[in-house]
């Protein structure tokens, strides 16, 4: 009667559990807003262009009394790339155009990546202009005698279209005869170098800051988590500072942080917009918030002097793109402090990016990264191997020593203390190591842990197929309740039982009826209820994920039965205890039925 109490009352807990994760994840996780598709082929032959009002407020202390251009209310895209006031950009993996209204790169696609695993989705537009609903941009300009040039100021272009072959000069000369100009150019990747160059032809000295800033609205942003952050980040000082998210922004107000600024900006789980100073020292580097879930990363140069006939030549790089680890990578390498650390890795960087760089090989040579997770999972569990042969053999000795553990425990049932020094000698003496067993299972969690954080952030597992499944970053499709995907309708939650989810589910079953330590009744029950409590608790996450532990209880359940036929003895003395505890409650049965 107290077993079957207790495992009512475990059933209650599981399923409570199973309920809060859910609401938990989702109240604390929300899912991340689907990226933004472009809505047309960029043409790069014909440049499109739009009229531009100002951002809110000013770009430096010393400007913020100046007069904001007033704000014309919102605008839809197509209408804000309409006007042919604009350069456009054609690089490898990024097409758009810059506005020559404000100097703005507000209008990037990303050619490599599509909005969503459809095909004719179109490419994710990361980069939109000035109030639209999906702002998202960077401004480079100029602050002179401490007033902000007018973001509403049209600029002339030397050419129409920026390539990595040709760079394109903007240029505007004010009412004293100071020539303003900004060079843009951009390599194959996602980066972007801005020369700002003053060329003073007045007959007076001028004070001049350089600025550079991205603004853009978190309604499209991805969620910050605890496994991975997603906001303001940057490196100042020589150490990564991401301690905010928006929300956290938003309470602030707004935030510099000590030390010299290496890059800062904005991040999401796969993209990226970063500013990164030029060798000139900066008078602000930081965030704020300009309220309505609108933010903007600053970067604003110290007030220089430049003399009547004089120059000033100030230059500052923008990332903007994918975070791909490789290409970040390349440019930590030249110069760029801890850039590579744009993608959230944590503490366990030293083991993932190793883990990402043998699932990217894999893939070279079999095409298929679901391929590649099952290949990586053979390779972890013939390296822990010879630690499962070495956890067996500890097992069968502890078997063997089961006699004197038990004799020990009763001549020194009164004395805990002296039980616990006598049974420690005996392993001592037998060479036997207790924990053993554990040691596979406690080497596993980094690895999981590892995996899963290479699957979440790293952006070649994105839209990846394998088999029925569309993208392995993302949870199975394939769910019960929607008769495995050929109900068009998607299952929230917990409820979203897929294939793979009832294969860890069962594989896991599977690995624990093989367990060779004899368990009471309640244990049983309680292990025999796990695989199904974790088959819920794993649904939602990455298909990738779970084909992964799929795959390592498969080979779990074939190395236990190999270790089993190497030492027959643990399976016979596991056999027999539970055959003694079987026989023990049937007596204990019948004598209860006696009386």
């Not at 095909?119 to 960077?138: I, K, M, N, W, Y």
């Not at 040709?166 to 100009?181: Q, W």
């Not at 699932?359 to 191997?385: E, K, S």
């Not at 596979?440 to 290479?454: D, E």
Request: glycine share 8%.
């Amino acid at each position: 009667m107290d077993n079957q109490r207790n495992l009512l009352l475990a059933v209650v807990l599981s399923g409570l559990l199973i309920l809060g994760w859910d609401v938990g994840m989702r109240y604390f996780y929300p899912a991340p807003p689907e990226p933004v598709m472009a809505e047309a082929e960029v043409d790069a032959t014909a440049p499109a262009g739009t009229t531009s009002a100002s951002s809110p407020g000013s770009v430096s202390e010393v400007g913020e009394a100046a007069v904001a251009d007033a704000a014309t209310g919102p605008v839809e895209i197509e209408a804000a790339l309409a006007e042919p006031t604009r350069v456009v950009i054609d690089a490898p993996r990024v097409a758009g155009s810059i506005n020559l209204v404000g100097a703005r790169l507000d209008d990037l696609v990303l050619k490599d990546y599509n909005a969503t695993t459809d095909d004719e989705s179109g490419a994710v537009r990361f980069l939109s202009p000035d109030r639209t609903d999906v702002e998202h941009f960077a401004e480079f300009g100029f602050v002179v005698a401490g007033e902000r040039m007018s973001s509403s100021a049209i600029w002339e272009a030397d050419a129409q279209t920026l390539t990595p072959a040709t760079p394109v000069t903007l240029s505007r000369t004010d009412e004293n005869g100071i020539t303003f100009k900004i060079q843009f150019a951009i390599d194959d990747n996602y980066m972007i170098a801005a020369e700002q160059v003053v060329e003073n032809a007045s007959g007076a000295a001028a004070i001049v800051q350089p600025f550079a800033y991205i603004k853009r609205t978190s309604t499209t942003a991805s969620p910050d988590q605890f496994i991975a952050h997603a906001g303001p980040t940057g490196v100042f000082g020589g150490s990564l500072y991401d301690p905010n998210s928006y929300e956290d922004l938003a309470e602030l107000g707004r935030d510099s942080p000590a030390g010299a600024a290496s890059w800062l900006g904005f991040t999401d789980t796969y993209w990226a917009s970063l500013l990164i100073p030029g060798e000139g020292e900066t008078d602000t580097a930081g965030w704020r918030s300009l309220g309505d879930k609108l933010f903007r990363a600053d970067l604003i140069y110290d007030a220089q002097t430049v003399p009547a006939g004089g120059t000033l030549s100030q230059t500052t790089q923008l990332f903007a793109g994918a975070k791909v680890s490789e290409v970040l990578d390349a440019y930590q390498d030249t110069g760029i402090t801890y850039f590579g650390k744009a993608i959230s890795w944590g503490w366990f960087e030293w083991f993932e990016k190793p883990l990402l760089w043998l699932l990217r090989t894999l893939n070279g040579l079999v095409g298929n990264f679901g391929v590649a997770i099952i290949l990586l999972t053979v390779i972890i569990r013939g390296l822990l191997f010879p630690i499962a042969q070495k956890q067996f053999a500890s097992m069968a000795a502890m078997k063997a020593i089961q006699p004197k553990m038990k004799a020990l425990q009763e001549r020194y049932k009164d004395d805990k203390q002296t039980q616990q020094q006598k049974i420690a000698e005996l392993f001592k003496e037998e060479k036997v190591n207790p924990l053993a067993g554990c040691l596979p299972l406690i080497i596993q969690i980094p690895i999981f842990f590892a995996l899963y954080k290479v699957l979440y952030l790293a952006i070649e597992m994105r839209h990846e197929p394998f088999l029925y499944i569309k993208d392995l970053s993302g949870p199975d499709p394939a769910t019960i309740l929607n008769a495995f995907g050929l109900l068009p309708y998607d299952v929230p939650g917990f409820l979203g039982i897929g294939v793979l989810a009832v294969l860890m589910g069962f594989t896991m079953w599977l690995t624990f009826r093989l367990n060779p330590s004899a368990m009471d009744p309640m244990q049983q029950q309680i292990f025999n209820l796990m695989p199904w409590v974790l088959m819920f608790v794993m649904a939602p996450f990455a298909a990738g994920l779970l084909l992964y532990w799929v795959t390592s209880n498969i080979l779990t359940v074939a190395q236990q039965s190999y270790l089993y036929s190497k030492h027959p003895q643990l399976r016979a003395a596991a056999e027999k205890e539970k055959a003694e505890k079987a026989q023990k409650k049937a007596r204990e049965e019948a004598e209860k039925s006696g009386t």
